[in-house]
Nanobody
């Protein structure tokens, strides 16, 4: 059974940094490695939005709200994708989800709360 297990998250102050990550289990390294990986987030009362994407060969794209502050990366040998978030803002408060795009698998979600 394929699972995306997320770790990290928590309660932060504005301006702080936080890294969250997501490990794929029950999936081969080859399968994980060929799939683009995404991070989404969903704030209370809002739709889930795409935050960042990384392709199998490491090309990245970011939402405008994340550009210059967030960095997505992956380690295919560890079936892991990371999201480094710097200079956090209260508007970054949301539940963050990782997504194995090719197979449409989702992580369980990680709460990030940023206080001003």
């Amino acid at each position: 059974q394929v699972r995306l297990v997320q770790s990290g998250g928590g309660f932060m102050q504005a301006g702080e940094s936080l890294s969250i990550f997501c490990v794929g289990t029950g999936v081969s390294g080859a399968t994980f490695g060929i799939s683009p990986m995404d991070w989404y987030r969903q704030a209370p009362g809002k739709q889930r939005e795409l935050v960042a994407t990384i392709t199998s060969d490491g090309n990245t794209n970011y939402a405008d709200s994340a550009k210059g502050r967030f960095t997505i990366s992956r380690d295919n040998a560890k079936n892991t994708v990371y999201l480094q978030m710097n200079n956090l803002k209260p508007e970054d408060t949301a539940v963050y989800y990782c997504h194995l795009a090719t197979y449409d698998y989702w992580g369980q979600g990680t709460q990030v709360t940023v206080s001003s």
